[in-house]
């Protein structure tokens, strides 16, 4: 089954959720602000997509965060700040169910995906 992560206000998250319900692809959504983040889940998508691919460094999120923290973001650390700030993480995060993790939402991409 389909799981699309993120933030249920965020206008990208809307897009992606309208776009998954037009083309009639089912699908769970987990608000992680809402149904919250374990450390686990966050290991392992650092482990497959990279903490840089995670972190939203364009996010209004990242813009408040001091220069040090930015600076000192790393592997080690950024799981911690993704826990404590979930907004700096990247949306939307679709779990494809088969060990596949797709970041991000493009139209195009999601017809290649689904249709």
């Not at 009639?24 to 686990?40: M, N, P, S, V, W």
């Not at 889940?41 to 903490?51: D, N, R, V």
């Not at 790393?74 to 797709?102: F, H, T």
Request: proline residues 1%; contains cysteine; charged residues 30%.
């Amino acid at each position: 089954m389909l799981t699309i992560y993120g933030i249920k206000n965020c206008d990208t998250m809307k897009k992606a959720l309208k776009w998954l319900t037009e083309n009639g692809i089912e699908h769970t959504f987990h608000d992680y602000r809402k149904a919250g983040l374990t450390r686990q889940m966050l290991l392992g998508w650092e482990a497959q997509l990279g903490w840089e691919l995670l972190v939203n460094k364009r996010g209004t999120t990242w813009r408040k965060f001091d220069d040090e923290v930015k600076q000192k973001m790393n592997s080690e650390n950024s799981i911690d700040v993704m826990l404590e700030n979930e907004a700096v993480i990247k949306r939307p995060l679709l779990d494809l169910g088969d060990g596949r993790l797709e970041l991000g939402f493009k139209a195009e991409r999601y017809a290649e995906l689904f249709l």
